[in-house]
């Protein structure tokens, strides 16, 4: 039943990655398509490309996550937590299958910041 499990969490975090890097390429392209227009006037898709730009940021974030939790579950230690080494609530798993943290780190971590600390993977 364990390996199940595992091969289920191996499918749906491979389709979580298609996914994000589909939507990854989708954006990349529409920011390279609008910088071909017009660079000389005021931009008025400043805001819209900065958001599409956060987005970017998040998607490759998530992406490392996704990697990180796919060699997790290779080695065996998937659903430790990166901080302090409990496990991780499962029905926190299923919710967000490539978390790293638990939800008392992801806390702790988000409130301590996300600039000036260490990088954890699902931030
Ligand atoms: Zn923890």
């Excluded at 900065?50 to 974030?61: K, P, Q, S, T, Y």
């Excluded at 990697?67 to 499962?90: F, H, K, V, W």
Aim: contains cysteine; hydrophobic residues 35%.
């Amino acid at each position: 039943m364990m390996s199940d499990k595992k091969e289920e969490r191996i499918a749906k975090l491979k389709k979580e990655q298609a996914l994000a890097l589909q939507e990854l390429e989708y954006l990349r392209e529409s920011l390279r398509y609008e910088v071909d227009l017009d660079l000389d006037e005021a931009d008025p898709y400043v805001t819209e490309r900065e958001m599409a730009m956060g987005v970017i940021v998040d998607l490759e974030r998530k992406l490392k996550a996704i990697n990180y939790a796919l060699s997790q579950l290779e080695s065996g230690t998937y659903g430790i937590c990166e901080r302090c080494g409990q496990p991780i609530d499962p029905a926190r798993l299923e919710v967000i299958p490539e978390t790293t943290l638990c939800i008392k780190c992801k806390t702790i971590v988000e409130r301590e910041g996300r600039n000036n600390q260490k990088i954890y993977y699902n931030l």
